[in-house]
């Protein structure tokens, strides 16, 4: 019996016991009842390591965050083909060698991102046995700039991954115009305004923007509120502006023909439309970038521009305009206040300058470059 059996078996009912006959029958527990695979094979090794310390039950990960863990392991494991290398291989050269590999080859957060995942599956091999000794004790991970930058390597000036509110605001009226298709026309020019109003004024994620339902949407003492599923499956409530509103209710007048909000409707927000019986589909990740990338090129604009420069975007103009950073905080979903306070440290940084000219420093001269 192979492992991908054993874990499918360690779901079943009787989950407990079948797992503990499995890894009893594989020779994978101690003398102490502790996770041995010291002599466990290669497959073994790596999906024990992804159903222990990666998909963890009760633990949901997004499909951005699967789909980053499956990248790095296959950078890994890529790294150690071209190097006719076994994980049993691995010692203190390789990890040296993989560590200036990932170093010199990705951005700063990427390289930290991919050598946190090798550092933990390393640490499990050694909790288990299958490393003799403390291998991650080798990786010395970049530092990464604090903040959201197009060039984390630039110490000097550097251009952040965010938009004026002048920029946001007129690349907002590009979007109806990449749709080129004669077929439901007006429909898809008003559910792509529709996507730059949520894009700029919610600061949602892509992955939460495209998870939207038409029943996301409900009036709390007449003022509109989005319901969003963030990281972790974590709720969060997100206010809707008035011109956001106006845009959504237009949208499903055109589409459903009626605005009415209905919380209970399950029905994705956004459709794709597809072959001849025009088919709708959930709008993907891959499709909200298209569409973005082809309104940044139709506008001139700067053509690294992505959806995520419009969350950065929204956090930044919020506390521009003093919006209290806990609000802020709670609209974007970051776990943490201090993410939050890394913009609210550059705004406050942006104005210096201009509370430094209102200090009246030279009441009694009528200038401060007389000559002596």
Not at 259 to 265: A, G, K, L, T
Not at 323 to 330: N, S, W
Not at 341 to 352: A, C, E, T
């Amino acid at each position: 019996m192979n492992h991908l059996e054993i874990l499918n078996q360690a779901k079943k009912s009787d989950e407990l016991q079948t797992f503990i006959q499995n890894l009893e029958i594989n020779h994978f527990l101690d003398e102490n009842r502790n996770l041995n695979l010291s002599n466990a094979s290669e497959r073994d090794f790596i999906e024990l390591f992804f159903y222990s310390r990666i998909f963890i039950k009760g633990k949901e990960l997004s499909k951005h965050t699967i789909r980053a863990y499956r990248g790095d392991a296959k950078t890994l494991l890529d790294f150690l083909s071209t190097h006719k290398l076994s994980f049993r291989d691995i010692g203190y050269p390789e990890v040296k060698v993989y560590n200036d590999y990932i170093t010199e080859k990705y951005a700063a957060k990427t390289a930290v991102r991919k050598l946190e995942f090798f550092r933990r599956l390393l640490d499990f091999g050694f909790d288990t046995s299958y490393y003799s000794s403390p291998l991650s004790r080798w990786i010395h991970k970049p530092a990464v700039r604090r903040g959201h930058y197009l060039n984390e390597e630039n110490k000097n000036r550097v251009q952040l991954r965010e938009l004026t509110q002048e920029d946001a605001e007129n690349l907002i009226d590009y979007f109806p115009k990449v749709v080129r298709t004669q077929t439901y026309r007006r429909h898809l020019q008003q559910r792509n305004l529709l996507l730059g109003y949520l894009l700029y004024t919610t600061g949602l994620r892509a992955s939460e923007f495209v998870s939207l339902n038409k029943g996301s949407f409900y009036y709390r003492k007449g003022e509109l509120w989005v319901d969003v599923i963030g990281k972790g499956r974590k709720h969060r409530e997100v206010p809707v502006r008035v011109e956001t509103e106006m845009e959504l209710l237009r949208y499903l007048e055109m589409w459903e023909g009626s605005s009415e909000i209905n919380p209970r409707d399950e029905t994705p927000l956004f459709y794709s439309l597809y072959n001849k019986e025009e088919t709708r589909q959930r709008i993907t990740y891959n499709h909200l970038y298209k569409i973005v990338k082809e309104v940044v090129r139709i506008a001139g604009a700067n053509q690294k521009i992505s959806p995520h420069w419009f969350r950065h975007t929204f956090v930044t103009t919020m506390l521009e305009n003093e919006v209290p950073l806990v609000d802020v905080k709670e609209w974007v979903g970051h776990s943490d206040i201090s993410t939050t306070n890394i913009y609210l440290d550059r705004v406050n940084k942006g104005k210096s300058y201009q509370r430094l000219k209102k200090v009246s420093l030279f009441e009694n001269k009528n200038s401060p470059s007389q000559e002596y």
